[in-house]
């Protein structure tokens, strides 16, 4: 959602090429076409597809299993899923996420996803309807013995009140998740989940067209004070705050940690920082199926609507000796 007439977003190969900066294609929607959108209050959420998954778990599975890929250096996270649990579950009660829990307190859930990390309770919200095409990878997955479940989705199965109190109106399957703002306030984002109630409050101000160029350290160099934005008109402005988030996704966040003097910057030949380190994000790659005798109308339904397999993924499948960690799972969806 970046504005390529303002500015741009690189990254750069390896070393050698290290004087040409590439656009990370497919992680960023970017131009003209996108621009009004660029300027519109929120975050990425607004248009994401909103498929809702807790990731930690093969992430999980890869380091119990002690795999690190040839080439890759060794991931330090120094927390678990179980530790994370809670920030999830409060998530998807504050987002209202629609799906069916498949392990409750390590008890195993029928219809949900066995393979998954233990939840603390079930969804806010149960599933979407299952599509034509849903049905039709279920019952092909229960035949091969694999175990089907319905996709987590950050679009609201039915109207719903969060946490805070704001309302989350139900999903029409009008089919324009991706890469759209929802008409009907069904998707669970900033907009409809949080703003509605930080508005009301009187001690929140929200600053819209304030693009921060620099965060500002004291004289000891280790602790930020204020932030240096340039606004709407061209002026720029220092807010002093007790406590600043760098919340510009990844790639703003290490740029302006790198602006700002903050952090050991990354250096891959001497192997050394953390700033800019082990860029990772989801790979996904589809295809395509066209049957003789079946239509599916690819104009209903919502991007996190649809049927999963997680029996693929993470270390749920014996992949010894094949040289890889993870795996994936496999996911037939409809619209959006
Ligand atoms: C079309 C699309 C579909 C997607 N579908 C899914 C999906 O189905 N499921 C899923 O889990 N993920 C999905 N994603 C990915 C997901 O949306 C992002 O990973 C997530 O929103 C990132 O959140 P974030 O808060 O880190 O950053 P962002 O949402 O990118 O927010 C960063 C914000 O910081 C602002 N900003 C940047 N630099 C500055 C600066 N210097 N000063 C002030 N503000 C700044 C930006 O304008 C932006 O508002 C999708 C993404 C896209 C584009
Ligand atoms: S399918 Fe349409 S109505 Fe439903 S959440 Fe997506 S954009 Fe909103």
Redesign the pocket.
């Known amino acids: 959602m970046q504005d390529l007439s303002r500015e741009t977003l690189t990254f750069r190969q390896p070393s050698e090429r290290d004087r040409a900066a590439d656009a990370p294609a497919g992680l960023v929607q970017a131009g003209r076409r996108r621009r009004r959108r660029a300027v519109q209050l929120g975050r990425r959420d607004v248009a994401l597809s909103?498929v809702g998954f807790r990731d930690a778990q093969p992430l999980r599975s890869a380091l119990r299993q002690g795999h690190i890929l040839r080439g890759l250096h060794e991931p330090r996270l120094g927390i678990s899923y179980n530790e994370l649990e809670p920030y999830y579950d409060r998530f998807e009660y504050c987002y209202g996420i629609s799906g069916k829990a498949g392990n409750i307190k390590g008890v195993l859930q029928p219809g949900g996803n066995p393979f998954e990390g233990a939840r603390s309770r079930e969804f806010p919200l149960p599933p979407h309807p299952v599509s034509h095409a849903g049905h039709l990878y279920s019952e092909a997955a229960k035949a091969m013995g694999y175990h089907p479940f319905p996709i987590p989705a950050a679009?609201a199965s039915r109207a719903y009140k969060n946490i805070y109190g704001s309302t989350i109106n139900g999903?029409?399957?009008?089919?324009?998740?991706s890469s759209?703002a929802?008409?009907?306030g069904?998707?669970g984002n900033v907009q409809s989940a949080v703003l509605p109630v930080l508005m009301g409050d009187k001690n929140f101000e929200l600053r819209t067209h304030a693009r921060v160029m620099k965060v500002n350290l004291d004289s000891s160099g280790k602790r930020a004070v204020s932030v240096t934005y340039v606004d709407a008109q061209g002026r720029e402005v220092e807010q002093p705050a007790e406590l600043i988030l760098l919340m510009s996704y990844v790639f703003g966040n290490v740029r302006l940690m790198m602006l700002s003097g903050i952090g050991e910057r990354y250096d891959p030949v001497a192997n050394r920082g953390v700033v800019g380190r082990n860029y990772a994000y989801q790979v996904v790659s589809h295809v395509n199926l066209n049957f003789e005798d079946k239509i599916f109308n690819q104009f209903m339904?919502?991007?996190g609507m649809g049927i999963s397999i997680d029996d693929f993924n993470g270390d749920n499948y014996d992949h010894a000796g094949l040289g890889f960690v993870g795996g994936g799972r496999t996911v037939v969806s409809t619209?959006?």
Do not use: I, L, R, S
């Not at 029409?172 to 998740?177: D, T």
């Open positions: 909103a679009t999903c029409v399957y009008c089919g324009f998740c759209h929802c008409e009907m069904a998707k339904g919502a991007g619209g959006g």
